[in-house]
């Protein structure tokens, strides 16, 4: 299980490029393993891309839930307003507009759940567990 990786050339070989294999496993081989996974435990590699997918994935699910769960208390103390009476117009325009915004961030919801089940699925199985 490996990848390429282009190795940067030395000044006295500016025309030639190298390519490596690397193997994880492989103690001969240790330039570029530290950039492209996380050791999780003895023998177990997390590919850093997948890691950081999965950070943002959940970041941005977690953010959307918040902002839908303000937009919802903003809107019922929108309501709240408009039935008291007190500037009605205003009130009845602002609670319009923070419905449409409350709608959109629910219909943005199911985006960011695959999202993250995508991300955890790139996982390796020993992580799931």
């Known amino acids: ?8 050339a030395p000044p006295s070989q500016t025309q030639t490029t190298v390519f490596f294999r690397v193997r994880l ?7 570029g393993q530290h950039d492209a996974y996380v050791r999780y435990c003895q ?3 997390i590919d850093r891309c997948s890691l950081t997918k999965l950070f943002l994935a959940e970041h941005a699910l977690r953010e959307l839930t918040q902002r839908e769960e303000r937009l ?7 309501q709240k307003a408009v039935a008291i009476g007190s500037d009605v117009r ?3 325009t602002n609670l319009e ?8 961030a629910r219909a943005q ?10 991300a955890e699925y790139m996982l390796p199985s020993s992580l799931k567990a």
């Open 43 to 45: 023998n177990v590699y």
């Open 90 to 92: 205003s009130d009845a």
């Open 25 to 31: 496993g492989d103690p001969s081989v240790t330039y």
């Open 1 to 8: 299980m490996g990848f390429l990786r282009k190795r940067p």
């Open 97 to 104: 507009d923070a419905q449409t915004q409350l709608e959109t």
């Open 109 to 118: 919801y199911p985006g960011k759940a695959q999202a993250l089940f995508q």
């Open 72 to 78: 919802h208390h903003k809107v019922m103390a929108l």
